[in-house]
């Protein structure tokens, strides 16, 4: 059964880093998954972070996140990383991982458990 587990969600300063790693098993073919980061803020809406797409790497990212925040994969590990930077109190939120294709007719669709992020002094 496919599952993505997340972790590295902290505590830290603003100004501070942090990297995000959701480990995915059960997938037989990972790589051919786009792979995003999604986050919801309290009394918010869940929103995309960041996305990578399963052929070539093309990454997007939501404005708000752009040059402090990169994404990345390794498909050897069944991996993706979010690496952020100059983190802010605004970048606090629940953050989730989520693989997702396409095949044929059939949306295959998966979500992590979230790890917390909270950006405060």
């Known amino acids: 059964q496919e599952q993505l587990v997340e972790s590295g969600g902290s505590l830290v300063q603003p100004g501070g880093s942090l990297r995000l790693s959701c480990a995915a098993s059960?997938?037989?073919?990972?790589?051919?998954?786009?792979m995003s980061w999604y986050r919801q803020a309290p009394g918010k809406e869940r929103e995309l972070v960041a996305r990578?797409?399963?052929?070539?790497?093309?990454?997007t990212y939501a404005d708000s996140v752009k040059g402090r925040f990169t994404i990345s994969r390794n498909n050897a590990k069944k991996t993706v990383y979010l690496q952020m930077n100059s983190l802010n109190p605004e970048d606090t939120a629940v953050y989730y991982c989520?693989?997702?294709?396409?095949?044929?007719?059939?949306?295959?669709?998966?979500w992590g458990q979230g790890t917390q992020v909270t950006v405060s002094s």
């Open positions: 059960g997938f037989t073919f990972f790589s051919i998954f786009a």
């Open positions: 990578i797409a399963s052929v070539g790497s093309t990454t």
């Open positions: 989520n693989a997702r294709r396409v095949i044929g007719s059939t949306l295959y669709d998966y």
